[in-house]
């Protein structure tokens, strides 16, 4: 990881190169995504996402060799920029205790959680 | 034999009141009785179908206009919010959940006075080419029991070849409309990307998540289009829709140029699909269209790029499932941490694990600009052929999969083999271009469908040659 930090943002292909060495990904890296991800996985999960996702990547890693040299990236497809509208209060379809009816739990007009300080 | 008359036709008889709402929204629920062992539907919306069927009939009979789909049954993917039941997406931690508002395709339809009755099948979340990753039940080809209505909206598409409504919704994302329309024979439009308010939808990859018809003729897409599309303010990204009805179509063929995407017919075709495509292109040349071959080299990339920008999308899409405002809660967990990673885990099925992974991992610091930057850069390339293509085509053709229905159970052993289902549909989703899978003839008994493929924006035209093309077969 600190040699990725090294060498993003200088050049690219060093990156590739490196990437290609690491695609194949090991249980503790499965790990570190679940839990970026949020999700516990089972042990039976991770390994069988070791061998799945490795293998996808492997595939989508053939990008690596395209040449997009002069190419910019597109992000929106049809060409919007900066759609606004006024800031206005409108009426909508669904009221607050219409949302709050799906909540797991709710008290006082408001979403319940778990404790988080203390 | 079909069931149904055109969705016009069923209209004017409601409107003129030769036939009732309530009726057809019973014949319709009927039909989905008969006819549920196939499993294309996961729930009813019988009240509220029923109630809208009758306040459409006391319209009529109160000498009042309802609409151009007045009293016309239809069924929802399910993963569009829609009132009167339960929207799941197919997914164990949507199990349950009542939607607090309705998508806006489905606002505008009821508007139209069309009347929901069901909920279709679908691989949850939309994650899947077959319908097999649905956490209810896996749905089966009209055709042939032992084989996938394709997917993600196989179930939506099932039903409109059973009959059990005379139209359903579907979104595409790499081709999921397109896709179980050719595996169904059915007709299915991907429309312009931005052209149908996506409001009220459950998010897969939001820079390709299109909303569409299908159908059993193309004048019945074309309808759905013109009462679906138009400005929502509740989705930034739509585009302006033509003044022009999407219904007033252009079906001449003679002098239309049509380029038959080299890529597409490269090896790896079914041999029996490559007969079917190329009697289609035939039909085109003796009609009078000027078709040549055409290459876009950088076609064969498109799916690797789709692999990238959905997982990467998805991941963030599904981030909102975190078990404290809707959806599943885990009844296990000590701690906040632990309730967002039990929910999660508990929640979801396989696939939406793997993307979000696959999507968390490529969007991580450091490997960013390798996976996603890179992606939307071959995207880029894509999209340049397209336009280059377009410059001296009006459409493009070709299959719109490599193959005909496979058996149940066939690709689930590993997921790359089932993303390479989507190997020839994803292109126009990167590209945001319409596109349509119209019946084609069949191989091995098992329909075909031919894919036209138009520049951002020429829906109608798009409509207009699938048409001449329908007259023609």
């Known amino acids: ?118 | 034999m079909v069931e149904w008359p055109a969705l016009s036709v069923i209209a004017s008889r409601v409107q003129s009141g030769q036939l009732k709402a309530v009726d057809l929204v019973a014949k319709s629920l009927q039909a989905i009785t008969d006819k549920r062992e196939y499993q294309a539907i996961i729930s009813t919306v019988t009240d509220r179908a029923k109630q809208r069927a009758s306040q459409i009939d006391e319209k009529v009979k109160n000498g009042l206009s309802v609409g151009p789909l007045a009293g016309v049954p239809f069924i929802a993917k399910d993963n569009f919010l829609t009132f009167g039941g339960e929207t799941t997406a197919a997914s164990n931690i949507l199990r349950g959940f009542k939607a607090p508002y309705q998508a806006s395709a489905v606002e505008k339809l009821e508007d139209a006075g069309a009347v929901c009755v069901a909920k279709a099948n679908l691989d949850a979340f939309a994650h899947g080419s077959s319908t097999e990753n649905s956490d209810w039940f896996v749905t089966k080809n009209p055709h042939d029991k032992t084989r996938v209505p394709g997917g993600s909206s196989g179930g939506s598409t099932a039903a409109v070849i059973l009959d059990l409504a005379p139209f359903a919704l579907g979104t595409d994302t790499g081709g999921s409309i397109r896709l179980p329309a050719s595996f169904c024979g059915a007709v299915g439009l991907k429309p312009t990307y931005g052209l149908v308010s996506r409001s009220g939808v459950v998010a897969m990859a939001s820079s390709t998540d299109v909303i569409g018809p299908l159908t059993r003729t193309v004048e019945d897409a074309a309808l759905v289009l013109d009462v679906m599309s138009g400005f929502d303010q509740l989705d930034s990204t739509m585009i302006e829709r033509d003044n022009n009805p999407y219904t007033n179509l252009d079906t001449k063929i003679e002098g239309k140029k049509i380029g038959v995407v080299k890529e597409y017919m490269a090896e790896g075709l079914e041999p029996g699909v490559r007969v079917q495509i190329e009697s289609a292109i035939d039909k085109f040349k003796k009609a009078g269209a000027q078709v040549t071959e055409v290459s876009l080299p950088s076609l064969p990339l498109a799916l690797a790029t789709y692999y990238i920008v959905c997982p990467a999308e998805v991941s963030s899409n599904l981030a909102r499932y975190d078990g404290q405002r809707y959806g599943h809660s885990s009844k296990n967990a000590k701690d906040l941490d632990e309730s967002y990673e039990l929910s999660r885990e508990e929640g979801f099925g396989l696939e939406a694990k793997r993307r979000i992974m696959i999507g968390t991992h490529v969007l991580s610091s450091g490997y960013y600009d390798a996976y996603y930057k890179k992606a939307q850069t071959v995207r880029t390339k894509i999209i340049n052929e397209f336009h280059q293509a377009f410059t001296g085509y009006d459409f493009l053709i070709g299959p719109t999969a490599p193959m005909v229905a496979f058996k149940i159970g066939e690709r689930t052993d590993d997921p790359l083999k089932m993303y390479l289902t989507d190997i020839i549909t994803v292109a126009a989703n990167m590209a945001g271009i319409p596109a349509i899978s119209i019946p084609a003839g069949k191989s091995q008994g098992l329909p075909v469908g031919l894919q036209l493929i138009a520049p951002q924006r020429a829906d109608r035209a798009l409509l207009g040659i699938a048409k001449a093309f329908e007259e023609l077969a």
Do not use: C, W
């Open chain 1, 1 to 118: 990881m600190l040699f990725l930090a090294v060498v993003h943002g200088q050049r690219q292909s060093v990156i590739l190169t490196f990437i290609e060495v690491m695609s194949k990904l090991t249980r503790k890296a499965v790990l570190k995504l679940a839990h970026l991800s949020r999700l516990k996985l089972s042990d039976e999960e991770v390994d069988r996402f070791a061998v799945e996702l490795t293998h996808i990547l492997e595939y989508v890693e053939t990008l690596n060799s395209v040449d997009v040299r002069g190419l910019e990236p597109t992000y929106q497809i049809t060409g919007l920029k900066n759609v606004t509208r006024g800031d206005e209060i409108k009426k909508y379809q669904a009221q607050p205790k219409d949302l709050l009816a799906s909540a797991p739990a709710a008290k006082d007009g408001q979403y319940k959680v778990k404790r988080i300080v203390g």
